[in-house]
């Protein structure tokens, strides 16, 4: 009697085949899921930045037409922690700006004449204006 023996299985140049094709992939998902996630932190750091516009006006009403100590409000100054961005003020205006993380050289400024802008011109320590683009 003749016994035919069936191999089942797979060999070991197809498991490593299998497992380098699936490994490529995960690097693809795991490359777009960075850009996902720096794009997210960008939409938080702006979201954060234009809610200090409405607390700044707040506190300019409550403080007899003046913007100085602005920066030093809760509201304000948690929502400028929480962007990792920077502030200032004086009586008759105020800026607040952060660096974005998807674009190293890339800012988001948000001022009291209303303006919101991402920028890659230099944001100056203590400005209190936000730059024209």
């Known amino acids: ?4 023996k069936l191999k089942r299985g797979f060999t070991l140049i197809e498991l490593l085949v299998v497992i380098a094709i699936i490994g490529i992939l995960a690097s693809v998902v795991l490359a777009s899921l960075n850009s996902a996630r720096d794009k997210g932190e960008d939409a938080a750091i702006k979201s954060n930045l234009n809610n200090i516009r409405a ?8 403080n007899s037409g003046s913007y100085l100590g602005v920066c030093s409000d809760t509201n304000v100054a948690q929502g400028v922690t929480a962007a990792g961005g920077e502030c200032n ?9 952060a660096g974005l993380s998807s674009a190293s050289t890339s ?24 730059p024209a683009s």
Do not use: H, P, R
């Not at 009697?1 to 035919?4: A, G, Q, T």
């Open 1 to 4: 009697m003749i016994k035919n």
């Open 89 to 97: 003020d004086t009586a008759d205006v105020w800026a607040a700006f």
């Open 55 to 62: 607390q700044a006006e707040l506190f300019y009403d409550n």
């Open 107 to 130: 800012s988001y400024c948000v001022d009291s004449t209303g303006k919101a802008v991402t920028t890659t011109s230099s944001i100056t320590t203590g400005s209190t204006a936000c």
